[in-house]
């Protein structure tokens, strides 16, 4: 299930060093997405968590943390057991998820092993459908939504925007559902040969984006922070 481990990153969890593990397979399929082998599970052979334990545990004084993304991991039945066997280890754990299954991370949650949660927020409710590329109900991300709100780990949600597919107007929208001081990161669109499809969307300056982070911020109390990449 683990079809990728990067050693090292300086900017996959926010204040530390971490390690990072890419879960092969998503049930969503955003043409934009980077990840187009973990996604499809091709290209990528599949790694051993013992083989990655080991070099963790090799390592772990000279890292923060682990971060657990894909992919969506959380359709990884061994999910659980895998966050567990690193918080063994005295390591923070970082789980990024497209809150497609709320089930899973209630379970999750329950276990307190969890530092810190990234949830992509792909865009308003009204276009989802379109922006994943598959029939989604939204009521499973509305009820991730709350459980990563009220779950008393640290978090952020995340949307990467592209003209195609969002405005200030659509952006309200999402800043309406998750309420005042909640942490929103507007992440730029850069185009990759590595996306799902092919297509070179329109992204916003970082002009654009700041304008939006400025509006938002004062209209509706959250915290934005912008991001120059994907």
Do not use: W
């Not at 939504?145 to 003209?163: A, M, N, P, Q």
Request: net charge negative.
């Amino acid at each position: 299930m683990i079809r990728g481990y990067l050693k090292s990153s300086y900017i996959d969890y926010p204040g530390n060093i971490s390690s990072v593990l890419f879960y092969g397979g998503c049930n969503f399929r955003c043409p934009f997405c980077h990840n187009r082998d973990i996604v499809s599970r091709q290209n990528c052979e599949s790694i051993k968590l013992n083989e990655i334990l080991s070099d963790l545990d090799k390592r772990k004084d000279f890292i923060d943390g682990v971060v657990i993304t894909g992919g969506e991991p959380c359709m990884c039945q061994e999910l659980e057991s895998h966050i567990s066997k690193i918080k063994d280890m005295g390591l923070r754990v970082k789980l990024d998820t497209n809150g497609s299954k709320p089930e899973v991370l209630k379970i999750i949650l329950s276990k307190n092993d969890l530092d810190y949660i990234a949830m992509d927020i792909k865009g308003e409710y009204l276009r989802y459908n379109e922006i994943v590329d598959i029939n989604i109900d939204t009521e499973l991300i509305d009820n991730s939504i709350d459980l990563i709100k009220y779950s008393g780990v640290s978090h952020e949600f995340r949307t990467t925007i592209i003209k195609e597919f969002h405005n200030y107007e659509s952006l309200k929208k999402i800043c309406r559902r998750l309420g005042k001081g909640e942490k929103l990161v507007l992440q730029q669109y850069q185009y990759s040969d590595k996306q799902i499809k092919d297509i070179k969307y329109d992204t916003y300056s970082g002009e654009e984006l700041n304008d939006f982070k400025l509006k938002l911020q004062d209209e509706f109390g959250l915290e934005i922070e912008t991001r120059y990449r994907y």
